[in-house]
């Protein structure tokens, strides 16, 4: 059974950081793309940032918003993903969904992932 569960989310005040886990059980993490995406209230679910998976040298993406506040990484000797950010901004505040995708490229298409974590919230303080 394939499991992904995020944790690491919580209150912060803009400026601060977070850092958010993913662990994943019931795959072959190192050949799978990663990716977060995330969902703040009365909106619908946005990309936010993704990896490739081991085999393609760990290339990560991320929407303009977030460029140069957050940074992926992934330790596939514990099959986990992080997502570390830091600046954040009220507007970051949202439910953030960690995703897997069998294969080497990266996507920022939410139905390209097969399988999705049950998500954590963040929310950011003005």
Sequence with gaps: QV???ESGGGLVRAGGSLRLSCA??????????????????????EFVAAMA?????????????????????RDNAKNTVNLQ????KP????????????????????NDYSYWGRGTQVTVSS
Aim: aromatic residues 16%.
């Design 3 to 5: 499991q992904l569960v």
């Design 24 to 45: 994943a059980s019931g795959i072959t993490f190192s050949n799978y793309a990663m990716g977060w995406f995330r969902q703040a209230p009365g909106t619908e679910r």
């Design 53 to 73: 998976n081991a085999w393609s040298g760990d290339i990560t993406y991320y929407t303009d918003s977030v460029k140069g506040r957050f940074a992926l990484s």
């Design 85 to 88: 950010m830091s600046r954040l």
């Design 91 to 110: 507007e970051d505040t949202a439910v953030y969904y960690c995703a897997a995708r069998n294969g080497r490229t990266y996507s920022v298409t939410e």
